[in-house]
């Protein structure tokens, strides 16, 4: 892996990166508010550094986030298991619930689910879910 490619895995860079015009903006306009006369250098300058406290706070959070792996949208989605709510068919799909939220479903094997049968997400696709029957626990 190349050494680019290595320094943008990291979530503190990556956050920074973010931030960055943000930053930038911050410190042009400090600097615009000192020249028209509104505010003192120092004042400025405190501001400046509290804008940027905050988002050293915020990095932190970031990246203890960045590092817990918690899957986010439709890949929470893959695996997560759920039941169904309405049969699917091979030709019709149906509804299962999932997480507490209705989902359109299709048989990821082409199989007929009754409605209470415990499945498992094995896919998704926009908003359809392609599942199969759960294992038994």
């Known amino acids: 892996m190349s050494r680019l490619r290595r320094l943008a895995r990291h979530p503190a860079l990556r956050y920074w990166l973010i931030q960055l015009p943000e930053v930038l903006l911050v410190a042009a306009l400090a600097v615009?508010?000192?020249?028209?006369?509104?505010?003192?250098?120092?004042?400025?300058?405190?501001?400046f550094l509290l804008w940027t406290s905050k988002d050293a706070v915020l990095c932190i959070v970031f990246v203890r986030a960045e590092r817990a792996g918690h899957p986010l949208g439709r890949d929470a989605l893959v695996h997560a298991r759920g039941e169904v709510v309405t049969p699917i068919a091979p030709e019709h799909p149906g509804q299962v619930r999932i997480h507490g939220e209705l989902w359109r479903a299709r048989s990821a094997e082409g199989r007929h689910l009754a409605a209470g049968e415990r499945i498992r997400v094995l896919g998704v696709e926009g908003m359809t879910v392609y599942v199969l029957p759960a294992e038994p626990p």
Request: proline residues 0%.
């Open 32 to 47: 615009l508010a000192v020249r028209a006369g509104l505010i003192g250098a120092g004042t400025a300058a405190l501001l």
